[in-house]
């Protein structure tokens, strides 16, 4: 469970700790504990929500039992604790939920399941790179948009690769005919330089890839 490295919102006893989107899993155990302190019934409340009445009579609220009515303060209090503990982006997510417990189970959909697919899809990812071959028949210039495709989404999923270990995968599963190209490459750029190098990398072997040598 990742802490954020850096945080000021929510380190107080008296304000809920703040939920702005990342650090999900570090949130909700903090929020748990928070709830909790201020009161075990708030947490029961969470966890099963307000067991009141779905349907009144005519005079509507008036029918409600004393208990139904501390139920229904248990929940707008928990809900209260839970809205003043998420930004913006975050309210507008749960803001049609009616009880504290819609809330918390919105939030544990979008973020512990969210993150849960994030994470399978990185492990496809990454064995689709580290499997990543020539296919029969296959032009060097669809091979590397092939590849380029698998590095770009695993950027998007912020799995970044260092640029040089990119090219020297590419380049350890390119064909024999390729050798002394790849070596060209190599001499004439520090695949472990920063951008400038790396920059340099990228053209020479595009134009080789262009020029189908």
Same mark, same amino acid.
């Not at 903090?30 to 966890?47: E, G, P, Q, S, T």
């Not at 989404?153 to 050798?179: D, Q, T």
């Given at each position: ?72 303060? @248990? ?50 990812? @990454? ?87």
């Amino acid at each position: 469970m990742a802490a954020p490295p850096i945080f000021q919102e929510g380190a107080s006893l008296t304000r809920p700790p703040f939920f702005n989107g990342k650090y999900y899993g570090w949130w909700k155990n903090r929020m748990m504990n928070f709830i909790i302190a201020k009161n075990y019934d708030l947490w029961n409340v969470v966890m099963d929500g307000p067991i009141i009445p779905t349907k009144l009579g005519p005079k509507g609220r008036l029918e409600l039992t004393p208990e139904n009515k501390i139920a229904l303060q @248990n929940n707008a209090k928990a809900k209260n604790i839970l809205i003043c503990g998420l930004g913006p982006d975050e309210y507008n997510r749960i803001s049609s939920c009616s009880t504290a417990k819609e809330i918390w189970d919105t939030l544990q959909t979008a973020h512990a399941g969210m993150s849960q697919m994030k994470k399978c899809k990185i492990d496809y990812l @990454n064995r689709k790179y580290e499997l990543f071959r020539m296919k029969d028949g296959e032009t060097i210039q669809e091979m590397h948009s092939r590849f380029t495709s698998i590095i770009n989404e695993m950027n998007s999923l912020g799995e970044s690769l260092p640029s040089g270990k990119a090219v020297r995968k590419f380049f350890s599963v390119l064909p024999n005919s390729w050798e002394s190209k790849v070596e060209a490459i190599t001499e004439a750029c520090d695949l472990d330089s920063e951008e400038e190098n790396m920059e340099l990398t990228t053209r020479m072997f595009q134009e080789m890839l262009s020029k189908g040598r």
